[in-house]
């Protein structure tokens, strides 16, 4: 069976599987590896984690923009045209979105270099030592950034095609090299025969390694595209020019739903880190190390979270409204469940992930106080994603804004402010933003079903005879 055929036809869960399988082992691995990395960065010093904290909601913000945005978009897009056999239509897409990704990294590299250090002391003022390491760990990690930009539209539009395994491996190949590369680039030698290997650039290396690792990975993604292989095609027939308009609309469109929510978030993280800088420095670095395990659950949705937004986008042209609800329901299942034990270990034992970054009481403490009153929001976020990127399939992706962005804003952003400052400790906050998300959740949750329900019972009257 071929792959846009297991999108349409046969078992939901062999569906499922083709792209979320593939594409779990590759989140899993770039999970342990971001950890691992992490750790690397801690074991520099104090100022050194604390500065990748604060490069953390940048980073992040631009990742959602690119890689949750523009290759959704993609991937959406190439998932309804190769679905329907429309080959020139699919290649063009992917063009379209590798000129939007070089274009759009491209601003975001020089709003970093140009900006990046007044945008980072918003965070944390009074420190110049720590934005200063900041910084550069940002400069040599955007300077780059839009080599990585296209390589991750080409793996979106892999996945768009069914085909989830060839990025899988070059993911791992690139975050095996990240994790040899970092050691070497930000140590000094021990003194032993290989001293020459290590290049003791501290923070600096740390971003080059990575930089190193993921330019790979474009690399030996470029070249299938050049090949055609995996699914992917060049332009090899002109279609009109209002047919390209249309595409280009359906990828921006998309693209731009698919950032904001995750957009918003991390630009509201960035200023709830800035407030509870006030507090002490330690509320800021366990609420940042908090939000990096919350990313790592975020990371090991989305597999689940695209597959099933693929599939719905599959069907959606055949009008297989069964199918899709079938796969909404199956993801929601799996997610609940992850989510669930993942979340109810922290609540309990949240100690053991703050020991691997610093033996320092008071973010035990403070991170102990996150995961406790704010263990809502961890377990319902991805379940928010995931209802966000069904819409995406279904090419409704406003529908769920008024709730997401609502709950972003106001329970994130404006209720941290307010709260933190009233009562001068962030329990409050963190209670609110449990409550927040689950609430989105839930409208969000309702309205899918509404709107699908909706859908199946507008088709079946225009396909009613007539009298």
């Known amino acids: 069976m071929k792959n846009k055929q297991i999108l349409t036809e046969g078992s939901i869960v062999k569906a499922l599987a083709s792209i979320a399988v593939p594409m779990f082992i590759m989140m899993f691995t770039a999970i342990c590896f971001s950890w691992l990395d992490a750790w690397y960065i801690a074991k520099l010093g104090d100022?050194?984690?604390?500065?990748?904290?604060?490069?953390?909601?940048?980073?992040?913000?631009?990742?959602?923009?690119?890689?949750?945005?523009?290759?959704?978009?993609?991937?959406?897009?190439?998932?309804?045209?190769s679905s329907s056999d429309k080959h020139a239509h699919t290649a063009t897409g992917l063009r379209l979105g590798m000129w939007l990704a070089f274009f759009i990294s491209v601003l975001i590299t020089l709003v970093v270099i140009f900006a990046g250090r007044p945008i980072l002391a918003q965070q944390l003022i009074d420190h110049p030592e720590i934005i200063e390491l900041s910084y550069t760990y940002c400069f040599w990690y955007f300077l780059p950034f839009p080599i990585m930009g296209v390589g991750a539209v080409i793996a979106s539009a892999m996945r768009g095609t069914g085909n989830a395994v060839r990025p899988m491996?070059?993911?791992?190949?690139?975050?095996?090299?990240?994790?040899?590369?970092?050691?070497?680039?930000?140590?000094?030698?021990?003194?032993?025969?290989?001293?020459?290997?290590?290049?003791?650039?501290?923070?600096?290396?740390?971003?080059?390694?990575?930089?190193?690792?993921?330019?790979?990975?474009?690399?030996?993604?470029?070249?299938?595209?050049?090949?055609?292989?995996?699914?992917?095609?060049?332009?090899?027939s002109k279609i009109q020019n209002d047919e390209k308009q249309e595409i280009f609309k359906?990828?921006?469109?998309?693209?731009?739903?698919?950032?904001?929510?995750?957009?918003?978030?991390?630009?509201?993280?960035?200023?709830?880190?800035?407030i509870l800088a006030n507090l002490s420095p330690a509320t800021l670095d366990a609420y940042s190390l908090s939000k990096r395990y919350e990313q790592f659950l975020i990371m090991l949705a989305i597999p689940v979270c695209a597959a099933n937004m693929i599939i719905i986008s599959a069907n959606l042209g055949r009008d297989n409204y069964s199918r899709i609800k079938e796969s909404f329901i199956l993801s929601f299942k799996v997610l609940l469940t992850i989510n669930l034990v993942l979340g109810l270990f922290m609540f309990f034992k949240s100690e053991l992930w703050f020991q691997?970054?610093?033996?320092?009481?008071?973010?035990?403490?403070?991170?102990?106080?996150?995961?406790?009153?704010?263990?809502?929001?961890?377990?319902?976020?991805?379940?928010?994603?995931?209802?966000?990127?069904?819409?995406?399939?279904?090419?409704?992706?406003?529908?769920?804004?008024?709730?997401?962005?609502?709950?972003?804003?106001?329970?994130?952003?404006?209720?941290?402010?307010?709260?933190?400052?009233?009562?001068?400790?962030?329990?409050?906050?963190?209670?609110?933003?449990g409550i927040g998300t689950f609430l989105a959740f839930s409208f969000c949750f309702l309205l899918f079903f509404k709107d699908l329900k909706s859908m199946h019972i507008k088709k079946a009257g225009a396909l009613k005879p007539q009298p």
């Not at 030698?189 to 690792?213: P, Q, R």
């Open 356 to 433: 691997s970054f610093t033996q320092n009481n008071e973010i035990f403490t403070e991170g102990s106080e996150y995961f406790k009153y704010a263990i809502l929001h961890v377990i319902f976020i991805p379940l928010c994603i995931m209802i966000n990127f069904a819409f995406q399939g279904l090419s409704t992706p406003a529908r769920p804004l008024p709730f997401t962005l609502g709950s972003v804003f106001i329970f994130q952003g404006a209720a941290c402010y307010f709260l933190v400052q009233h009562f001068q400790n962030s329990k409050e906050f963190y209670l609110t933003l």
């Open 169 to 236: 491996v070059y993911s791992l190949i690139s975050m095996v090299l990240n994790a040899v590369l970092t050691p070497l680039f930000c140590y000094e030698s021990s003194g032993a025969w290989y001293s020459s290997l290590f290049l003791d650039m501290g923070i600096k290396g740390a971003a080059l390694s990575t930089v190193a690792a993921y330019s790979l990975m474009t690399l030996l993604l470029v070249l299938d595209f050049f090949h055609e292989r995996q699914g992917l095609k060049k332009c090899t």
């Open 47 to 81: 100022a050194e984690l604390t500065a990748i904290d604060i490069s953390f909601p940048l980073i992040t913000f631009s990742s959602s923009v690119i890689y949750g945005g523009l290759g959704t978009g993609v991937s959406a897009a190439i998932a309804a045209y």
């Open 250 to 274: 359906r990828i921006i469109s998309t693209s731009c739903i698919a950032a904001l929510v995750p957009a918003c978030t991390n630009f509201t993280i960035g200023i709830s880190q800035a």
